[in-house]
Nanobody, 125 residues
Framework: VQLQASGGGLVQAGDSLRLSCAAS????????MGWFRQGPGKERESVAA??????????AYADSVKGRFTIFRDSVKDTVYLQMDSLKPGDTAVYYC?????????????????WGQGTQVTVSS
């Protein structure tokens, strides 16, 4: 599985951005995907995750982004999106998308088998 992340940029506080993560290769209908970020001088942290199994879809968010970020998926395009609204300077980071087997803990980066390249998000005050 190859993951291609895009959509980062420089915005002002309160603005919105949408990140995309396009998957290609041998994708599975029972995979799950997540977004992580690593800010300057900080450790990588989980941001949001989405998993699907047939008709059911599950979402999870870090407390720091709950209510502001939305993760969703376009199954036809095999792409997962992270809609980021009401951005804050604290959201500044390199954002990574990743894929993991369905059912594993979404917060643990060790559970993710595949990673996309990072995309920089910078939020100015």
């Amino acid at each position: 599985v190859q993951l291609q992340a895009s959509g980062g940029g420089l915005v002002q506080a309160g603005d919105s951005l949408r990140l995309s993560c396009a998957a290609s290769g041998r994708t599975s209908s029972t995979y799950a995907m997540g977004w992580f970020r690593q800010g300057p001088g900080k450790e990588r942290e989980s941001v949001a995750a989405i998993s699907w199994n047939g008709a059911m879809t599950f979402h999870a968010y870090a407390d720091s982004v709950k209510g502001r970020f939305t993760i969703f998926r376009d199954s036809v395009k095999d792409t997962v999106y992270l809609q980021m609204d009401s951005l804050k300077p604290g959201d500044t980071a390199v954002y990574y998308c990743a894929a993991r087997p369905y059912g594993s803990n979404w917060r643990d980066s060790n559970n993710y088998n595949y990673w996309g390249q990072g995309t920089q998000v910078t939020v100015s005050s």
